[in-house]
Each structure stands twice: as structure tokens, then as C-alpha cells.
T-cell receptor, first 111, second 112 residues
Framework: GQQLNQSPQSMFIQEGEDVSMNCTSS?????WLWYKQDPGEGPVLLIA?????ELTSNGRLTAQFGITRKDSFLNISASIPSDVGIYFC???????????FGSGTKLNVKP | DGGITQSPKYLFRKEGQNVTLSCEQN?????MYWYRQDPGQGLRLIYY???????QKGDIAEGYSVSREKKESFPLTVTSAQKNPTAFYLC???????????FGDGTRLSIL
């Protein structure tokens, strides 16, 4: 299947710091999604991106659809303890019916 | 409230046994999906269905089967042919092709 390279694999940060993570692929994607998953629960959709260059915010979260259409970025500003969890990117290839998921970035926030 | 319901939350399977995981949605979504999640890995697609009475294999369909007799239901059977079934199984639905998927809370399957 498709490879989505998500980095970093894990992060340990102090409360109040900003966070950046990204997802890259060798293929061109039509849509990028960002999800957050808490332990033992299903992923929850954070942001959806549909156009190259698009920049979309959801509260303290901002995501961008890379201009090459092969990558996407998620930033979290002023992190708080409830930001702890695993963040997944997902991309959809043009004319395909399914999404491919990255392996996740595990975020730990120290109060 | 609208959403996706997966049951049971925890399931145990004996060797050689088939088990069925339930997924129901009341979002009126056309498309439904089943994923498998292993520790430290992303989600891998098992099966998906774009409309009732139709479904396609995903990347890891071997040892699994599905049915889509009703729009709101997409049960997954883990057969005895699946030799490593221990995992967290996630069901998702979306309004249609290319639309963001919304997930249930998962079923954790373990081998006795």
C-alpha cells in the first residue's frame, strides 16, 4: 500500500510550547486529514484540507496542505495537558476511494 | 445523538473460532470502512463499502469477511483463517467518496 511518512514518531514537550509535526509521501494527494486519538478510543477528526496551499485552523491547531500536494503539516500552539494523544495524518489519492494513514505522532505534554 | 457504535468494546476469541464485530451508524452515511490498528502503527484498511450490497477488499482482507445488507450496518467477521487477530479494530463511515471519515470507539480483540 501507499507509504505516508509521519514525523516525529513521538514528542515530549513542556506545557505552553508550540508543536509541529508533518506527513510526507512520494505520491500526490487530493485530500489531507488530521486526526487525534486518545487511548482506547477512535480517532477524532481535527482538520480537513482539500486544496494545495490551503491553511486551516481549528482553535489552537493549524494545518496546511503542502504546495507540492505531497505533504501536510500540523501545528499546535501553546500546548496544554489535554493535547496528549496520538496524532494521525491521512491522505487520499486522486480518484481513489480510500485514505492512507500515517503511523502517528505520540505527543506527551509535561505540566 | 448521531454517531457510530461499535460493539462489543472487548472481545475474546478461542483458537479456530470465528467472531463477528458489530458496527452501526445513524449518520445516514453511504460509505463504511473497517481498519485494523496494531501498537505503534497506523490504521490499515481491511474492507470498505461505498453502497449497500457492495464492498471491496482493502490492503489486509485475508482472514476477514464483511456484509453490507443495510446502509447503517457493516459487520466484520474475523475468521479462523486470520492467524494473528489480536488488534484494535476500528469502524468508520463517511458521507461519500473522498469525504472525511468518522470513527467509532473501537473493539479490542484478544486470543484466549
Amino acid at each position: 500500500g501507499q507509504q505516508l511518512n509521519q514525523s516525529p514518531q513521538s514528542m515530549f514537550i513542556q506545557e505552553g510550547e508550540d508543536v509541529s509535526m508533518n506527513c510526507t509521501s512520494s505520491s500526490i494527494f487530493n485530500t489531507w486529514l488530521w486526526y487525534k486519538q486518545d487511548p482506547g478510543e477512535g480517532p477524532v477528526l481535527l482538520i480537513a484540507l482539500y486544496k494545495a496551499g490551503e491553511l486551516t485552523s481549528n482553535g489552537r491547531l493549524t494545518a496546511q496542505f503542502g504546495i507540492t500536494r505531497k505533504d501536510s503539516f500540523l501545528n499546535i500552539s501553546a500546548s496544554i495537558p489535554s493535547d496528549v494523544g496520538i496524532y494521525f495524518c491521512a491522505g487520499q489519492l486522486y480518484n481513489f476511494n480510500k485514505f492512507y494513514f500515517g503511523s502517528g505522532t505520540k505527543l506527551n505534554v509535561k505540566p | 445523538d448521531g454517531g457510530i457504535t461499535q460493539s462489543p468494546k472487548y472481545l475474546f476469541r478461542k483458537e479456530g473460532q470465528n467472531v463477528t464485530l458489530s458496527c452501526e451508524q445513524n449518520l445516514n452515511h453511504d460509505a463504511m470502512y473497517w481498519y485494523r490498528q496494531d501498537p505503534g502503527q497506523g490504521l490499515r484498511l481491511i474492507y470498505y463499502s461505498q453502497i449497500v450490497n457492495d464492498f471491496q477488499k482493502g490492503d489486509i482482507a485475508e482472514g476477514y469477511s464483511v456484509s453490507r445488507e443495510k446502509k447503517e450496518s457493516f459487520p466484520l467477521t474475523v475468521t479462523s483463517a486470520q492467524k494473528n487477530p489480536t488488534a484494535f479494530y476500528l469502524c468508520a463511515s463517511s458521507p461519500g467518496r473522498g469525504q472525511p471519515q468518522h470513527f467509532g470507539d473501537g473493539t479490542r480483540l484478544s486470543i484466549l
